[in-house]
């Protein structure tokens, strides 16, 4: 079936660094991808979306990559900081919107 | 502005209870969502209603668990008889077309 995956489960950084947490998905007909963030007994916040006719994607210190060949997504975010340690989902949505998540990544920032 | 609030945040439930649990969407959103997220993992998909239409309910894990939104807006997840295997916390997300924006969750633990 359809799948989302992350590279890495959990990631540490210094404080000031970029980050960069990847994702791979297996439905090449996915069309929408959204990048969540999730802090410990919270729901998850929206971070940034990008459609299929699109690359890349810039919002306030985060971008999103998006390579459709592999079919793969990134998060870049830049110059960490402490309130950014958190879990990060990628979403992709399967046409009926209902969303398919990955794992998560577990973003941790030493300060 | 006010986001999607989910009610109560926690419920204990012992074995073979019923439950109920609410979801106050944004006002205006048509879709709502219901996810389930297991621990250490990303929200999997329950059911999905468009207004008060059911559009979709392939999550749903089995007959035990129903959902209802009648009126268009305030939502509930019932789920009868409950397992252990039902512990999760429960998501609700409401979209106004394609960005879903979550809801803080409840979380069942079933005794």
């Known amino acids: 079936g359809e799948s989302v995956g992350l590279h890495l489960p959990t990631l540490s950084v210094q404080e000031g660094d970029n980050s960069i947490i990847n994702c791979a998905y297996s439905?090449?007909?996915?069309?929408?991808f959204i990048w969540y963030k999730q802090e410990s007994g919270k729901g998850p916040q929206f971070i940034i979306d990008i459609r299929s006719n699109m690359d890349k994607r810039q919002g306030q210190r985060v971008t999103v990559l998006l390579n459709k060949t592999v079919k793969h997504l990134s998060l870049q975010i830049a110059a960490t900081q402490p309130g950014d340690s958190a879990v990060y989902f990628c979403?992709?949505?399967?046409?009926?919107?209902?969303?398919?998540f990955g794992q998560g990544t577990e973003l941790s920032v030493k300060p | 502005g006010a986001g999607v609030s989910q009610s109560p945040r926690y419920k204990v439930a012992k074995r073979g209870q019923d439950v109920a649990l609410r979801c106050d969407p944004i006002?205006?959103?048509?879709?709502l969502f219901w996810y389930q997220q297991a621990l250490g993992q990303g929200p999997e998909f329950l059911t999905y209603?468009?207004?008060?239409?059911?559009?979709?309910k392939s999550g749903l894990p089995s007959d035990r668990f129903f959902a209802e939104r009648p009126e268009g807006s305030v939502s509930t997840l019932k789920i009868q008889r409950t397992q252990q295997e039902d512990s999760a916390v429960y998501l609700c997300a409401s979209s106004p077309r394609d960005t879903q924006y979550f809801g803080p969750g409840t979380r069942l633990t079933v005794l």
């Open positions: 006002s205006g959103h048509v879709s």
């Open positions: 439905n090449s007909a996915s069309d929408y």
């Open positions: 979403a992709t949505d399967n046409q009926g919107g209902k969303l398919i």
């Open positions: 209603f468009q207004n008060e239409a059911q559009l979709d």
